[in-house]
């Protein structure tokens, strides 16, 4: 699976952005796909998935309320829409896939993800 982001950019506190996650190579409704970010020095954290089984999303309690993942099968799409972004949200975001993972209440570890995408920029300034 080749996967592409886009939609990053520079936004002021409390604004939003919309994250796009596209595919080729297979259709994205047979993975579980999840999103990513890293900042500089720190370690990559997940902070959604959806499940390609029965469509159940999980978020981390830093994104829970102000993030939503969601899928459009039909343009092999997966979609992060961020809501109210803060000073702790500024990362590299990544796209990451995988078919036989199912995502639960655990914390996301990349390494349970075979696909990534190069990742988009997300910025926050006043």
């Known amino acids: 699976v080749q996967i592409v982001e886009s939609g990053g950019g520079l936004v002021q506190p409390g604004g939003s952005l919309r994250l796009s996650c596209a595919a080729s190579?297979?259709?994205?409704?047979?993975?579980?796909a999840a999103w990513f970010r890293q900042a500089p020095g720190k370690e990559r954290e997940g902070i959604s998935c959806?499940?390609?089984?029965?469509?159940?999303?999980y978020y981390a309690d830093s994104v829970k309320g102000r993030f939503t993942i969601s899928r459009e099968n039909g343009k092999n799409t997966v979609y992060l829409q961020m809501n109210s972004l803060t000073f702790e949200d500024p990362a590299v975001y990544y796209c990451?896939?995988?078919?036989?993972?199912?995502?639960?209440?655990?914390?996301?570890?990349?390494?349970?993800?075979?696909?990534w995408g190069s990742g988009t920029q997300v910025s926050v300034s006043s």
């Open positions: 990451a896939t995988d078919p036989d993972l199912y995502c639960s209440g655990d914390p996301l570890n990349p390494a349970d993800f075979t696909s």
């Open positions: 190579g297979s259709t994205l409704d047979v993975h579980a």
């Open positions: 959806i499940n390609r089984s029965d469509g159940s999303e």
